[in-house]
C-alpha cells in the first residue's frame, strides 16, 4: 500500500495517458493514437528541457554565490592583514583633513 502512495502520481498519470491513448485510437484510429503518442513525447521533451534549463541556471547561480563569498572572504583576511600594523594608522593616505 505504501508504494502505492509514493508513485500515486506516476500511476495517475500513467492511466490517464493509457486512457487518452485508447480514446483516440478508439475515436480516430491509427492516425489517432500516432498523433497523440507524438503529443505525448513533445510534451515530456518540453518538460524534460525546461527541468534541464532551470538546473543549469542553478547552478550558474550557486557558483557565482560560491565566487562571491571566496572574494569577500579575501577581501576580509587582506582588510585584517592591512590594519594589522599599527605603525600604518598614522601614515597619510592622500587625504588632507583640517
Known amino acids: 500500500m505504501t ?10 498519470g500513467a492511466i490517464a495517458v493509457i486512457t487518452l491513448l485508447v480514446v483516440l485510437f478508439r475515436t480516430f484510429g491509427t492516425k489517432g493514437l500516432l ?6 513525447a513533445l510534451l515530456f521533451i518540453y518538460r524534460k528541457g525546461r527541468s534541464d534549463g532551470s538546473t543549469t541556471i542553478i ?4 557558483a557565482d ?4 563569498v571566496r572574494r569577500a ?10 590594519d594589522s600594523d599599527p605603525e600604518r594608522l ?5 587625504f588632507r583633513r583640517d
Open 35 to 40: 498523433s497523440g503518442i507524438a503529443a505525448i
Open 65 to 68: 554565490a560560491d565566487h562571491a
Open 59 to 62: 547552478e550558474k547561480e550557486r
Open 90 to 94: 598614522r601614515q597619510s593616505d592622500g
Open 3 to 12: 508504494a502505492l502512495l509514493d508513485h500515486a502520481k506516476f500511476i495517475i
Open 73 to 82: 572572504d579575501v577581501a576580509r583576511v587582506d582588510a585584517a592583514v592591512r
